[in-house]
């Protein structure tokens, strides 16, 4: 039902010109091999951080994970904004949501290091900062809710069920509701909120994120 959830994303409005679509980057992009669900059973792949952050699957990765970020813009958000899109959020737009209600979820510690690496002539600016307050979340509610025969998508596979180029979520929503943060078991790559989630979100006046009842602007 129209209102009862969300797409969370980051706001790109936001976004300096200069940075080439990406404010936060990742030092490290090696490959990740752990175990995954596929249409066959249980397989061992190798894929990078970003394909087992989308999934519910347990891997290892070094904490903190090493980011660098454009400070001057990176500390006016809580979410922020990356290409491709990780779920790099800020520890109080997590605590805000987990103040709604409980989600099941692994937050992996980020140290993220200020790219700039001179003052550019401003004297006061304080160059070599590094900051913690950064953790990419795992969500791991990944709900089967969503109404393939109402949603408007590209592709649905019947073995994984899975769909592909989602335009538009129908969701049937269970009478208990859906948790604060959420995924869609059949197109697992959204974060999305519930309406209490979005209305503590704007209370606490989390920066940098929009809300849409599409996943793409």
Do not use: C
């Not at 099941?104 to 200020?114: E, P």
């Not at 990944?142 to 969701?171: F, M, P, Q």
Request: aromatic share 8%.
């Amino acid at each position: 039902m129209s209102g009862e959830f969300f797409f969370l994303l980051p706001d790109l409005d936001r976004l300096h010109p200069d940075l080439n679509g990406s404010e936060v980057n990742p030092v490290d992009n090696n490959p990740i091999r752990a175990e995954y669900t596929t249409m066959y059973g249980r397989e061992e792949l190798e894929e990078d951080l970003r394909f087992w952050l989308n999934t519910a699957e347990p891997f290892q990765v070094t904490e903190p994970v090493e980011l660098t970020g454009f400070f001057p813009t990176l500390l006016e958000t809580d979410m922020p904004i990356m290409r491709p899109q990780l779920p790099l959020v800020s520890r109080k737009l997590l605590e805000t949501l987990q103040s709604v209600g409980d989600f099941t979820h692994r937050a992996l510690a980020t140290r993220i290091k200020d790219d700039v690496e001179s003052s550019g002539g401003e004297p006061d600016y304080p160059v070599g900062r590094t900051t913690d307050q950064y953790v990419l979340i795992q969500v791991l509610e990944h709900l089967d809710i969503l109404d393939l025969e109402h949603s408007r998508y590209s592709s649905h596979n019947e073995r994984t069920g899975s769909v592909t180029g989602l335009e538009k979520a129908v969701l049937t929503i269970p009478a208990a509701g859906v948790p604060p943060l959420f995924r869609l078991r059949a197109a697992r790559t959204h974060l999305l909120v519930s309406a209490a989630g979005r209305a503590a979100l704007e209370a606490a006046g989390i920066r940098g994120v929009s809300f849409s009842d599409s996943p793409y602007y």
